[in-house]
């Protein structure tokens, strides 16, 4: 998928208004690169592609009219930030947390979300310390490995929590070291953006298969 198959992509899917959003977002991106390293600066050119739509295609992973979503990692705002502006235009009770525990990079994504007017709850903590979310879903993109992403969302989940971790080719041996329980729930979804690259989906069921 090349940089006019991504734009494409998303102003077939969402709102004129989402776009205009997702725009200004990838401008603050490239103003603000110079100064903070929001992504690897390899991917700049490739942003749309690399990180909108790979950030995007989550929305759709999700349940319908999902209304509370939790992001590990925010960083640059993937995917928090690109769920947010989708989820708005289509929830108007939707809400995104986002977590970071980079000064520089949440105020990145307080200006960002300022221009794009996007009320978001951002969490200047390590993930290890925000209380308790009981939250729909849950997503962490380029973050840890999946015992550990699993470890970090044990204390937010509810009894239907969705958790969406986008993975490389090597996600088989992170299945492989999480409980058998978890691999038992894990839907492997072919990545849009990646051909060597999945979504791992899992839905939690209830606490006891929770510990």
């Not at 009219?65 to 502006?85: C, K, N, Y």
């Not at 300022?114 to 979310?133: C, E, G, S, Y």
């Not at 080719?169 to 979804?189: F, G, H, R």
Request: charged letters at 25%; glycine letters at 4%.
């Amino acid at each position: 998928m090349n940089e006019d198959d991504a734009k494409a992509w998303l102003e077939a899917r969402v709102s004129r208004e989402t776009m205009d959003r997702l725009q200004l977002l990838h401008t603050q991106l490239l103003r603000w690169q110079n100064t903070v390293n929001l992504v690897a600066p390899s991917t700049l050119g490739v942003a749309w592609s690399r990180h909108f739509v790979d950030s995007a295609q989550l929305y759709r992973l999700a349940a319908p009219q999902t209304a509370r979503w939790l992001d590990f990692g925010s960083g640059g705002g993937f995917p928090g930030l690109v769920i947010a502006a989708i989820g708005v235009g289509e929830n108007p009770d939707f809400k995104m947390t986002l977590v970071e525990s980079d000064v520089r990079k949440c105020g990145f994504m307080r200006e960002a979300a300022r221009l794009m007017n996007l009320k978001v709850n951002i969490l200047t903590r390590r993930i290890a310390d925000i209380p308790p979310q009981k939250t729909d879903v849950i997503s962490a993109r380029a973050l840890s490995n999946l015992k550990n992403l699993m470890d970090f969302a044990k204390p937010h989940l509810n009894q239907s929590t969705c958790l969406l971790f986008p993975k490389g080719s090597s996600y088989q041996t992170e299945l492989d070291e999480i409980s058998e329980d978890w691999q038992s729930k894990a839907e492997v979804i072919p990545s849009l953006t990646d051909p060597d690259a999945v979504v791992l989906r899992f839905r939690a069921a209830n606490e006891k298969e929770q510990d």
